[in-house]
């Protein structure tokens, strides 16, 4: 992208709902994961146990990364939500279990979107209509438009799949020019995508990659995958390892801050943001109120939600100082909202 983005998406979890959990539901879905994973320790006879890291074998990796995942499901039921248990550790300093707890997470977002899995169709949308032909003939999101996701999952990159000449994620990520806040400062051009609570993936090396590979369909071989990474993480804790890519708004790590420093540089000229599914939780809000507040432009704001999400979507959004903003609020979620400045 060589120039400044006119219109902005802000896509919070409800932009992924047919595909993956609301904070709400998370507990509940945590808990069939768990279960799930729990069939392939039952399955493998005891003669043909698949031998992993460190001397321990799958049957006996799975029992320790599902007795972790309930009690991490004790927790967010204790303390509200995931969110607010993160935030607790992030409070009082418990740096070993936040690493974990966002390992878990990375591990149980990597399962829900393991090959097989579903993709929210509303994406393919989004991308047919805001993709244009690049210079070199392949398709790229329009230079006047930028993606700013909250959310971890690889719903875009999915979408993006049947319209890039490269399946691998690696590639699909280059092609929509996909970085996280963390890695903005070192991005040479004005990004397509933004992920400001990072991903569900990890950094082997210089760029990032989806835990369980493209080419892994089998389920044994995924769960495998999962369970190396799980067990790699938890016996050699080493919170700089970037072994996930997951991230929280108030983690105050120095690259997100420069980050959002950047940020808003190449947001100086936008004037339309998009808001489809986000309930601006007040974790967030110092992020959100820098990156929004730092639109000098913005003069429309769309809202897009559910008729019952709304009327708190909108209160939410007034902790947001702005002034000379047109609001607009729309209630039918069956598509993605296409503002009429596009």
């Given at each position: 992208m060589t120039k400044k983005p006119k219109?902005?998406?802000?896509?919070?979890?409800?932009?992924?709902y047919n595909a993956m959990p609301l904070v709400k539901t998370m507990p509940a879905s945590m808990k069939t994961h768990a279960q799930h994973l729990l069939t392939f320790r039952e399955s493998v006879p005891d003669d043909q146990q698949t031998q992993l890291n460190y001397g321990i074998n799958m049957s006996q990796a799975i029992d320790r990364y599902t007795a972790e995942m309930m009690a991490l499901v004790e927790h967010a039921e204790t303390h509200e939500s995931v969110d607010t248990y993160a935030k607790k550790l992030f409070l009082t300093d418990n740096v070993r279990e936040s690493f974990r707890l966002k390992l878990l997470l990375t591990i149980y977002f990597s399962h829900l979107?393991?090959?097989s899995a579903k993709m929210d169709s509303r994406y393919d949308g989004l991308l047919a209509s805001i993709l244009a032909k690049g210079?070199?003939?392949?398709?790229r999101i329009n230079e006047e438009v930028?993606?700013?996701?909250?959310n971890y999952d690889l719903q875009l990159p999915l979408a993006f799949r049947p319209y890039n000449g490269d399946n691998r994620?690696?590639?699909?990520?280059?092609?929509?020019?996909?970085?996280?806040?963390d890695d903005l400062d070192t991005y040479a051009e004005i990004p397509s995508v933004v992920h400001l609570n990072g991903m569900a993936t990890w950094k082997p090396r210089s760029s990032m990659v989806p835990v369980?590979?493209?080419?892994?369909?089998?389920?044994?071989e995924v769960v495998k995958r999962l369970m190396e990474h799980f067990l790699h993480g938890f016996q050699h804790y080493n919170p700089q390892e970037r072994l996930t890519m997951l991230r929280f708004a108030w983690d105050n790590d120095p690259n997100t801050n420069t980050g959002i420093s950047k940020l808003k540089e190449h947001l100086t000229e936008c004037e339309v943001l998009v808001v489809i599914g986000y309930s601006f939780p007040f974790f967030n809000r110092s992020v959100d109120r820098m990156v929004i507040g730092g639109m000098p432009q913005l003069r429309k704001v769309y809202l897009q939600s559910t008729s019952s999400g709304l009327k708190s979507m909108a209160s939410a959004f007034k902790a947001i100082p702005l002034r000379d903003v047109e609001v607009e609020t729309y209630d039918a979620v069956d598509k993605f909202m296409l503002p009429p400045e596009l």
């Open positions: 219109v902005a998406y802000l896509l919070g979890a409800g932009a992924s979107q393991r090959p210079p070199e003939g392949v398709p930028i993606l700013l996701n909250w994620m690696e590639a699909l990520f280059k092609g929509l020019r996909l970085v996280t806040l369980i590979p493209d080419e892994c369909t089998d389920e044994l």
